[in-house]
């Protein structure tokens, strides 16, 4: 059964930069998956980050393309969201979650499962 | 970015009833929709994927249909846990993006 589970500072300040950690357990990252980080605002909704493959290829929302990187530690199976020059408007529950698909036909894909998320607040 | 609508925003309904929530795409995403299901305090769970298909372990009382920019989730026989907000979501083109979600209540 395929696990994951965010780590990370619940409180960041303004104009700092918000690093999270995802732990996966249960399968391999080095699988043939994305590793996606969705983030949820009361004001935005349900929003999408971007998402690594094992193979450090990314994929970035161009909202938030300038200030995020996602990374990977094989050795480790974790996933890695950084996040600079926060905001407010960056306080949010941050999930991470694995891109499942239809068999042999990635493009038709979807997020599952997901971690139970972490609540990161900026703050002074 | 392709925008998601969802109605209605909310809807008050009791145990046993029949219900059918709306997601419409701001263009053809073909059938690149899925349809999760969230808690309070809870991470979304995906419920049907890819317009109509049923995830492992969702019960059959869940359908979902439709292909373009329309689609719906509907529920047979609503029980207790069903009572949930639920998010529509394409992943047809990226950035994927969500509705904004129907928040079913219990009446």
């Known amino acids: 059964q395929v696990q994951l589970q965010e780590s990370g500072p619940g409180l960041v300040k303004p104009s700092g930069t918000l690093s999270l950690t995802c732990a996966v357990s249960g399968a391999s990252i080095s699988s043939s998956h994305w590793w996606s980080w969705v983030r949820q605002s009361p004001g935005r909704g349900l929003e999408w980050i971007g998402e690594i493959y094992h193979t450090g290829s990314t994929k970035y929302n161009p909202s938030l393309e300038s200030r995020v990187t996602i990374s990977v530690d094989k050795s480790k199976r974790q996933f890695f969201l950084t996040l600079s020059a926060v905001t407010a408007a960056d306080t949010a529950i941050y999930f991470c979650?694995?891109?499942?698909?239809?068999?042999?036909?990635?493009?038709?894909?979807?997020?599952?499962?997901w971690g139970q998320g972490i609540l990161v607040t900026v703050s002074s | 970015d392709i925008q998601m609508t969802q109605s209605p925003s909310s809807l008050s309904a009791s145990v046993g009833d029949r219900v059918t929530i709306t997601c419409r795409a701001s263009?053809?995403?073909?059938?690149?929709l899925n349809w999760y299901q969230q808690k309070p305090g809870k991470a979304p769970e995906v419920i049907v994927y890819?317009?109509?298909h049923l995830q492992d372990g969702v019960p059959a009382r869940f359908s979902g249909s439709g292909s373009g920019t329309d689609f719906t989730l509907t529920i047979n026989s609503l029980q207790p846990e069903d009572f949930a907000t639920y998010y529509c979501?394409?992943?047809?083109?990226?950035?994927?993006?969500f509705g904004p979600g129907t928040r079913l209540e219990i009446k």
């Open positions: 890819i317009a109509s």
């Open positions: 263009q053809n995403i073909i059938n690149f």
């Open positions: 979501q394409q992943s047809y083109s990226s950035p994927q993006t």
């Open positions: 979650a694995r891109v499942s698909y239809l068999p042999n036909i990635p493009a038709k894909n979807y997020l599952h499962p």
